[in-house]
């Protein structure tokens, strides 16, 4: 396992995780936007999940999740072809 960290000597990306390799070299990359966690992808499928952000109660919280899961085919096999993150096709 390989674990790639952002440049530690930038203030807003200190120490943050941006990628993991596994030993067969598949790799899931981590995205930030104002030092919160908004993009979790597989490099390979690229499938993703996206996360936004809002206030609550003067907090700033996770609001919204949308995730890029693959197609299945008719056997109910996952295919290379991404879906919509809102459940269409």
Do not use: C, W
Not at 39 to 56: C, H, M, N, P, W
Not at 63 to 77: E, K, T
Request: charged fraction near 25%.
């Amino acid at each position: 396992m390989t674990e790639r960290y952002s440049d530690s000597t930038a203030s807003d990306m200190t120490g943050r995780l941006v990628r993991r390799t596994n030993t067969s070299n598949n790799s899931i990359a981590l995205m930030y936007d104002d030092g919160r966690l908004t993009l979790i992808r597989d490099t390979a499928s690229k499938q993703e999940v996206r996360l936004t952000y809002g206030l609550f109660n003067g907090l700033t919280r996770p609001q919204h999740l949308d995730a890029r899961p693959l197609i299945d085919d008719a056997n109910g096999h996952a295919t290379a072809t991404l879906g919509d993150p809102h459940g269409g096709v």
